[in-house]
């Protein structure tokens, strides 16, 4: 099914991703980096998840544009705590091409006031939805709506297949696959899409944070292949930066927890006690300056003989 994905992907002008409720790492990174290869493709595109993103996903490239609306199709007004039975009809005027609303209350009714005035945005205008690791609509959270499932076509990426409620006209699947992140690296590359420096570093990300850095079992050579893709691309290594942030603040919580004493019994703390001073060598204070005699070293003399010119005589052993 990759190529249908690519084919209805490519006839896309508008494109919704979707995140299930708290959503792995590497499920964020393959979202992000796909639609910003739209994105720099001319398309349209968003990436909406239920709920919020943690510090986790703070080194990703574009996390801060993930929302948590399904579109904005349809503008809503509405008047918060505003009794609706004081309106009488509600028409509009267009005025040298601006457009104005105009809200008509009854006689005797207080019109709302402007601090009641509250809008929205509703609709998915999206051509394509693209799940991305939603397996059923339980895991959508706040966005488990109707109108999501009404209009555009629906497609899915995972490891897996979905389940028979998000009824998926195509899918961008592969159960050898370690990561989604190696399955868009792989769709990106194949199909020449964009494919920069921010969308690779995103992918290694993904990889290296599924597999642990390379270290699990289930990497594959596949994972490596993508791995290799993405550096060739100017991918820069986030997990071994994040793991070591991770490490550090680990080694210096255990760092304090051994300096902590614990109580015994009775809630006296125990006294810190200095090392054994038996048999040591006693510690001169600073404030008592110790004399200390000086020791003259005189110049050994040589022997006289060592003074007087050498003279060779020689023997005739008969």
Not at 99 to 123: D, R
Not at 198 to 218: K, P, R
Request: with cysteine; glycine share 6%.
């Amino acid at each position: 099914m990759d190529e249908e994905f690519g084919s209805v992907l490519s006839a896309a002008q508008s494109v919704l991703l979707i995140l299930p409720q708290n959503p792995h790492l590497d499920w964020v990174a393959s979202a992000l980096s796909l639609s910003s290869s739209l994105t720099k493709s001319g398309k349209s595109t968003t990436v909406a998840c239920p709920t919020p993103m943690t510090v986790e996903f703070s080194r990703l490239v574009d996390v801060d544009k993930i929302t948590d609306r399904l579109g904005d199709k349809n503008l809503i007004i509405r008047f918060s705590d505003y009794d609706a039975s004081g309106i009488d009809t509600v028409t509009y005027n267009v005025e040298n091409n601006q457009f104005e609303l105009v809200v008509v209350t009854k006689n005797g009714a207080i019109p709302p006031a402007v601090k009641q005035l509250q809008t929205s945005y509703s609709g998915v205008s999206a051509d394509i939805l693209i799940f991305v690791g939603v397996k059923d609509r339980n895991q959508l959270g706040k966005l488990n709506r109707d109108e999501l499932f009404v209009g555009p076509k629906m497609t899915y990426i995972g490891t897996s297949q979905p389940q028979a409620d998000i009824p998926v006209i195509a899918a961008l699947t592969n159960t050898a696959a370690t990561s989604f992140s190696e399955l868009v690296a792989t769709f990106l590359e194949g199909r020449s899409l964009p494919f920069d420096q921010d969308i690779a570093s995103n992918l290694l990300y993904g990889i290296e944070a599924t597999t642990e850095g390379f270290s699990t079992n289930n990497t594959s050579a596949g994972s490596f292949e993508a791995a290799a893709i993405c550096l060739r691309r100017g991918a820069l290594r986030h997990y071994q930066q994040a793991k070591s942030t991770r490490s550090g603040a680990s080694q210096w919580r255990h760092q304090r927890d051994d300096t902590q004493f614990v109580q015994r019994e009775g809630g006296h703390q125990p006294q810190k006690t200095g090392p054994s001073t038996l048999g040591a060598t006693p510690i001169i204070s600073p404030s008592q300056p110790q004399s200390i005699p000086a020791t003259t070293i005189r110049p050994q003399q040589p022997s006289p003989d060592w003074l007087e010119p050498k003279i060779y005589t020689g023997r005739t052993v008969v």
